[in-house]
C-alpha cells in the first residue's frame, strides 16, 4: 500500500483535472484544439464520477479529466475521487487542480486502490499517485495500510480465518511493533474464569480464545480496545436461514477493525498504554452446543440466561469487557457487529455508536465526520434497561421484543462496565454491500479511522 505515493516523483506523472459541470465549459477552453474535439466527441460534460483519458497527438494519455459535483450540491460524494485507481490504466498521475477536499481525495485513492487478490489474480492495475502538495500521505498511507488489513481479514473466507488464523493475525501485528500477546485457549477458558465466551465457543472444532496484546508504557493513559471476533456465525442452535448465514464470515470484523486500529495507534506511536482484547470464537451447531434457556455465570458475576443462541457477539463481549474493566482503563471502547437491527435503524454505511461521556461523543461525531467515516449517536436509553430482564437469572441475553435491537444490545454490554473511566461502543456492519468509489464491495474499515483521529488529538 505505500508503495501508492512512491517513486512517483521519478516518472512524469500524467494529470488529473477535476470538473463540475459548472467549472468544465472554462476547463474544455483551456484544452489543445484537438483534446477538446476529443472530449466533445465522447460527450463528455463532467458528470459526477464520469472519467476520460485525453490523447497527446502522439497517441499517449495526455491527461485525464474527472467530473466531480458542483461544490455547493447538496450530496457531495467527497470520496469520488476513490474510483479513479479502479478506472485508469497504469501509469503515474498527479492532481492538477483542487478535488472539493484535497486530503479526503487522497486518502480516496489509496483507499479505492484495494483489491482482495488472495485466491486469485488479483485485478490490480499499477496506478500511482504523486503525492499532493501540503497533504501528510505518511498519515494517508497509515489508514490505506490499516483499512487493507481490517478488509483483508474480514474478507478472508472462514475456513482459513479460523479462532486461531484471527489470533495469528494479532500475534503478528503484536510482532511487528513489539508488543506483548498472549492466549487462553479452550478449557482455560473456564479455569480463567471466562464462562460465556467458552459457551459460545465450544460447538466448534476450532477451539474458542481470548486475545491479549499489551503495547506502549504502562504510565501511560490506559486505553482498552475489545472487538467481537466470531469467525463465523450459524446462528448456533437458533440457526440462522442461509439468508442470513451467508456473509456470517465478516461476524469477526470487530476484531479486524480493532486490529486495524491498533496498528494506527502503534505506527502513529501515540503516548497511550494500549490493550487489545479479542474474544475469538466460531459460533457453531453440535451436539455439545450451548442452548436456548442455558444459564452462565458471567466473569463479572451476574448470572445470564440465554435467550437466543444467536444473540453470541455481545454474550463473548461480555467476559471481555469485564477483564478491561477491572484494571479501569482510562477509555474502553468495543467494537462488534452485533445487531442486524442497527442496519434497520441506520443501514450498513452509518454505524450507531453509544457513550455516556458527551466529550468523548462530540469529538467521535466531528472525526467520524471529518474523515469520511461516518458514525451516528444513538442513546443507552435507561427505561429499555429492564427488557434485559430475566425471570430466573440476573440477566437475559435477548429481549424477547424486537424493538430498539441496537440499544438493548448496548445496555446488555453497559452491565459489564462498571470502572472505566469512559466507553465508548460501537455496533458496526464491518461490510459494502455494494461498490462504491474508495470502498470496494466486501470486508470494510469501519469506526477505525475516525476513533484514531480521536486519539491522536488525545494523546499525540
Ligand atoms: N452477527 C449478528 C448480527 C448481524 C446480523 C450483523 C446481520 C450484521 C448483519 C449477531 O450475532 C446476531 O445474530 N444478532 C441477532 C440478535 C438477536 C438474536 C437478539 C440479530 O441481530 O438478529
Ligand atoms: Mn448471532
Ligand atoms: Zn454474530
Not at 463479572?300 to 435467550?307: A, D, L, N, Q
Amino acid at each position: 500500500m505505500p508503495s501508492l505515493f512512491e517513486a512517483a516523483a521519478t516518472a512524469p506523472a500524467i494529470p488529473i483535472t477535476f470538473a463540475t459541470k459548472t467549472t468544465w465549459g472554462a476547463i474544455a477552453k483551456e484544452l489543445p484544439e484537438q483534446a477538446r474535439q476529443f472530449a466533445a466527441a465522447n460527450d463528455f460534460t463532467a458528470k459526477p464520477g464520469k472519467c476520460l483519458t485525453l490523447p497527446a497527438p502522439d497517441g499517449q494519455i495526455a491527461q485525464v479529466v474527472f467530473g466531480l459535483e458542483d461544490e455547493t450540491a447538496k450530496s457531495r460524494d467527497l470520496f469520488r475521487p476513490g474510483a479513479l485507481p479502479g478506472l485508469l490504466p497504469p501509469g503515474v498521475y498527479r492532481f492538477a487542480n483542487a478535488p472539493h477536499d484535497l486530503r479526503l481525495a487522497t486518502l480516496a485513492f489509496a483507499l479505492g486502490s484495494y483489491r482482495f487478490g488472495r485466491y486469485r489474480k488479483a485485478e490490480t492495475s499499477d496506478v500511482r499517485l504523486a503525492p499532493p502538495e501540503g497533504v501528510d500521505v505518511g498519515d494517508i498511507a497509515r489508514m490505506a495500510e490499516a483499512a487493507a488489513l481490517a478488509r483483508d481479514l474480514i474478507n478472508m473466507p472462514s475456513n482459513d480465518m479460523g479462532p486461531e488464523q484471527l489470533a495469528d493475525a494479532a500475534e503478528a501485528l503484536a510482532a511487528r511493533f513489539g508488543a506483548s500477546f498472549s492466549c487462553i485457549i479452550g478449557d482455560d477458558l473456564l479455569k480463567q474464569n471466562f464462562p460465556l465466551i467458552h459457551a459460545v465457543g465450544m460447538a466448534s472444532a476450532r477451539a474458542p480464545r481470548l486475545i491479549d496484546l499489551h503495547w506502549g508504557d504502562p504510565a501511560d493513559p490506559k486505553v482498552t480496545l475489545v472487538g467481537k471476533g466470531v469467525c463465523f456465525d450459524t446462528g448456533g442452535l437458533d440457526l440462522k436461514p442461509s439468508s442470513g448465514m451467508l456473509i456470517m464470515k465478516k461476524d469477526m470484523g470487530g476484531a479486524a477493525n480493532v486490529l486495524a486500529l491498533a496498528q494506527m495507534v502503534m505506527d502513529a506511536k501515540l503516548k497511550v498504554r494500549l490493550r487489545v482484547l479479542i474474544p475469538a470464537v466460531e459460533n457453531a451447531v453440535a451436539g455439545n452446543a450451548f442452548r436456548p434457556l442455558d444459564i452462565f455465570k458471567s466473569r463479572k458475576g451476574p448470572t445470564v440466561e440465554i435467550g437466543n443462541t444467536d444473540a453470541e457477539g455481545r454474550l463473548v463481549l461480555a467476559d471481555a469487557l469485564a477483564l478491561a474493566d477491572e484494571e479501569k482503563p482510562d477509555l474502553l471502547i468495543d467494537l462488534g457487529t452485533l445487531t442486524g437491527a442497527a442496519r434497520v435503524a441506520l443501514g450498513p454505511d452509518l454505524p450507531p455508536f453509544y457513550t455516556h461521556d458527551e466529550t468523548l461523543a462530540e469529538s467521535v461525531a466531528s472525526h467520524a465526520k471529518r474523515e469520511n467515516d461516518p458514525l451516528w449517536r444513538m442513546p443507552l436509553w435507561p427505561p429499555y434497561d429492564s427488557w434485559l430482564d430475566s425471570k430466573v437469572a440476573d440477566i437475559n441475553n435477548a429481549p424477547s421484543g424486537t424493538f430498539a435491537g441496537s440499544i438493548t444490545c448496548a445496555l446488555f454490554l453497559q452491565r459489564f462496565v462498571t470502572d472505566a473511566k469512559s466507553w465508548l461502543h460501537v455496533d458496526i456492519y464491518g461490510w459494502t454491500p455494494s461498490a462504491k468509489p474508495a470502498r470496494p464491495e466486501g470486508g470494510e474499515c469501519q469506526a477505525a479511522r475516525a476513533i484514531y483521529k480521536v486519539l491522536s488529538e488525545r494523546y499525540a
